[in-house]
C-alpha cells in the first residue's frame, strides 16, 4: 500500500533504524518514527493486547518470511511500546520494539520494517525530526550528541544541563533586549513624522552595551567549555632521566611507561587518556631533550618537541639533584604565553633547583615517594579551568556556538561605532540586525539546511 502522505515533505515518511550498539547484548531496540510506524510494526507482531500510547506491551516477534502460506513461527519475545505524536521524542508516532540483543534478530526486524514501508533512517534523522518540529532548539540537539558520547560523569552533566536549556535561557532576555532595541528604532524611522521620540545616541549606545556584556561573558566560556567537550592534551618533557616517565606513571596511577636508570629510555612518545576532575586528558610522555646519540632518538626528540608545540599543557620535569641545563632555560623561554607547569622532581634527593622569580607554577615533587602528585593534578586542573564559570552558567561547547556568539559581538561593536559616529539609524539597524541574525543561528532559527546536515550527520544512525 503506497503511503498517502506528501512525499515532498521529508518527515512525512517513516524512518526505521537499530537503535542499540552494534554487538551482541541482552537488549536490542529498534525504532520507528513516521506517520505509519503502528501500521508497519503491528504486522510483525503478535500482541496480547492492542498497542496503547505511553505503554509497553508484551509481544511475539513473528517470522513473516514463512512460505506457502504457513502460520509464521515465533522467533522471539519482546517489549513494545507506542509513543503517539505529537508527545513523543520526535513528536511523530514512534514504537520501539525492545527484543533480545541478537544481531541476526535485528536485522531482520530492521530488514522486515523496510519491507513493510519505512525507509532506513539517516545518523541523527530522529534527532532532527524533533529538532524541525520544534521539540528543542540546536544547541539542545547538540547537546544530544555531546551526552552520547561522554566519557565522563563532568562531561555528562554539561551536556545534560544543556540540554535542558542551560544555553538557550541565557540567549533568550538578551535577544529579547536586541529585538526591542530594533523595534524602537524602526519605530522612530517609520513615524519619524508623528510624536514618537527617536531615541537619542547616548541611551542606544547604553541598550547595545547592555547586550554586548552578558554575550562577552558568555563567549569567554568557549576555552573552559571546548575543553570539557573536547578534553585536552599534556605534553611532559624534560631532560632524560629527569623523571618523566615516572610522573606519567603516577598521574595515571599504573605503570604504562617503560622506567629504567639508564638514560633516554623513552625513544617515542607514550600517550594514555585519563579523567581528571571530570576532563578527559591525554597524556603524552616524551623523549628526553638532549643532544641525540643515534637516529632512533634523533626521531624521538624531534616528536617530543612537536608534542611540546601541539599541547594546550606542558609539564616541565627538572631534576632537583642538577643544576638547571640550558635545554630547561629553552624550553622555559618557549613558553611566555602558553601554558607551563614546572614539576622539580626528585625532592626527596635535593632541595631543588633555584627558579627564583619563575612567572610558571613550580612544584616540588618525587615520583619515588609520590610527593607533590596530588598538587600536580591540582595546579593542571587550575590551568584548564581558567574561565570556567560559577554555578549553573551555561558554557559555549563547539566552535559553531563560539562563531555565532562572536559574530553577535561583532554586529554590536560596528553598531556602538555607528551610533558614535553620527550615522543615520537605518545603517545602525543593518548592524542589529546582523547580530540579531547571529543569534538566531545559534539557536538554529535561521540555520540553512547545509549545517543543519553536517550537524547531524554526526550522530549515530537510530538517534
Given at each position: ?25 541482552g537488549?536490542g ?37 514463512k512460505?506457502?502460506g504457513?502460520?509464521?513461527?515465533v ?97 533568550a ?13 524602526e ?93 578527559p586528558?591525554?597524556l ?95 595546579a ?18 563547539n ?7 562572536s ?57
Amino acid at each position: 500500500m503506497s503511503d498517502p502522505t506528501n512525499d515532498t515533505d521529508p518527515t512525512s515518511d517513516t524512518i526505521a533504524a537499530i537503535s542499540t550498539p552494534p554487538g551482541r547484548g541482552g537488549i536490542g531496540i529498534v525504532r520507528l518514527s513516521g506517520p505509519r510506524a503502528r501500521a508497519i510494526a503491528e504486522p510483525l507482531l503478535r500482541l496480547r493486547h492492542p498497542l496503547a500510547p505511553g505503554q509497553a506491551r508484551f509481544a511475539e516477534i513473528v517470522d513473516v518470511e514463512k512460505r506457502d502460506g504457513e502460520e509464521g513461527d515465533v522467533l522471539d519475545e519482546a517489549v513494545v511500546t507506542f509513543f503517539a505524536g505529537p508527545r513523543s521524542y520526535t513528536a511523530e508516532d514512534i514504537v520501539e520494539i525492545a527484543a533480545h540483543g541478537s544481531p541476526v534478530l535485528l536485522d531482520y526486524l530492521l530488514r522486515a520494517c523496510l519491507a513493510n514501508g519505512a525507509r532506513l533512517a539517516e545518523p541523527g534523522e530522529f534527532t532532527q525530526r524533533a529538532f524541525l518540529a520544534g521539540r528543542f532548539d540546536l544547541t539542545q540537539a547538540e547537546a544530544v550528541h555531546d551526552l552520547i558520547e561522554s566519557t565522563t560523569l563532568h562531561q555528562a552533566r554539561v551536556a545534560a544541563q544543556q540540554l535542558g536549556g542551560a544555553l538557550s535561557r541565557q540567549i533568550a532576555p538578551v535577544k529579547a533586549k536586541l529585538v526591542h532595541l530594533i523595534a524602537t528604532l524602526e519605530a522612530g524611522i517609520d513615524f519619524a513624522e508623528d510624536d514618537i521620540d527617536v531615541m537619542p545616541a547616548s541611551e542606544i549606545d547604553a541598550q547595545i552595551a547592555a547586550i554586548e556584556a552578558p554575550l562577552a561573558a558568555l563567549n569567554e566560556t568557549f576555552g573552559y567549555g571546548r575543553i570539557v567537550r573536547d578534553g585536552f592534551t599534556l605534553a611532559i618533557v624534560g631532560r632524560p632521566n629527569a623523571g618523566k616517565s615516572s610522573l606519567f606513571n603516577r598521574l595515571i596511577e599504573r605503570d604504562r611507561a617503560i622506567v629504567t636508570a639508564a638514560p633516554g629510555t623513552t625513544r617515542d612518545l607514550v600517550t594514555e587518556r585519563v579523567s581528571l576532575e571530570g576532563i578527559p586528558l591525554e597524556l603524552v610522555d616524551t623523549a628526553g631533550l638532549r643532544d641525540a646519540t643515534d637516529e632512533a632518538e634523533t626521531i624521538g626528540i624531534a616528536k617530543s618537541r612537536e608534542a611540546m608545540a601541539e599541547a594546550d599543557i606542558v609539564l616541565l620535569v627538572l631534576d632537583a639533584t642538577a643544576p638547571l641545563h640550558a635545554e630547561d632555560e629553552a624550553a622555559i623561554a618557549a613558553h611566555t604565553t602558553r601554558p607551563l607547569l614546572i614539576a622539580c622532581n626528585k625532592h626527596d634527593l635535593a632541595p631543588g633547583v633555584s627558579l627564583a622569580e619563575m612567572r610558571h607554577p613550580v612544584i616540588q615533587t618525587s615520583a619515588l615517594t609520590g610527593e607533590g602528585i596530588a598538587a600536580v593534578r591540582r595546579a593542571i586542573v587550575g590551568l584548564v579551568s581558567t574561565g570556567a564559570p560559577g554555578g549553573e552558567t551555561a558554557l559555549l561547547t563547539n566552535l559553531r556556538q563560539q562563531q555565532a556568539v562572536s559574530g553577535s559581538l561583532m554586529g554590536l561593536g560596528r553598531a556602538r561605532e555607528a551610533v558614535s559616529a553620527a550615522i543615520p539609524h537605518e545603517m545602525v539597524l543593518l548592524d542589529l540586525y546582523e547580530a540579531l541574525e547571529a543569534l538566531d543561528g545559534l539557536t538554529g532559527a535561521t540555520t540553512n539546511d547545509d549545517i543543519l546536515r553536517l550537524i547531524f550527520s554526526t550522530f549515530c544512525i537510530g538517534k
